[in-house]
């Protein structure tokens, strides 16, 4: 059984989730206990990351969480 083990695949290497959701700042972690839809800590770290590039703000990247997930249940209700 020692053959399933080797690959000449690239292999991800993936955080721990709850270890993942503790990192994220504290804000972005009181909108996820908040939102309408399961959000992975990494997709949130990478709006809020753009966000606060381009805005510096904090309230802008909670700004554009809320519209990302707008857009997503906008989305989902389109799909039926």
Same mark, same amino acid.
């Given at each position: &059984?020692?053959?399933n083990?080797? @690959?000449?695949?690239?292999?991800? !290497?993936? %955080?721990?989730p709850? &270890? ?7 804000a972005?972690?009181?909108w !996820? @206990?908040?939102?309408v ?6 997709s949130?770290?990478r ?10 703000? %904090? ?9 990302? %997930?707008?857009? @997503?249940l906008?989305?989902?209700t389109?799909?039926g």
């Amino acid at each position: &059984m020692r053959r399933n083990l080797c @690959t000449a695949l690239r292999t991800r !290497v993936r %955080e721990h989730p709850m &270890m993942a959701h503790d990192r994220l700042p504290p804000a972005a972690r009181i909108w !996820v @206990t908040q939102a309408v839809l399961p959000w992975s800590a990494a997709s949130v770290r990478r709006i809020w990351s753009r966000a606060l590039a381009r805005s510096g703000s %904090e309230a802008a990247a909670l700004a554009a969480l809320a519209a990302a %997930e707008a857009a @997503t249940l906008a989305r989902e209700t389109r799909r039926g």
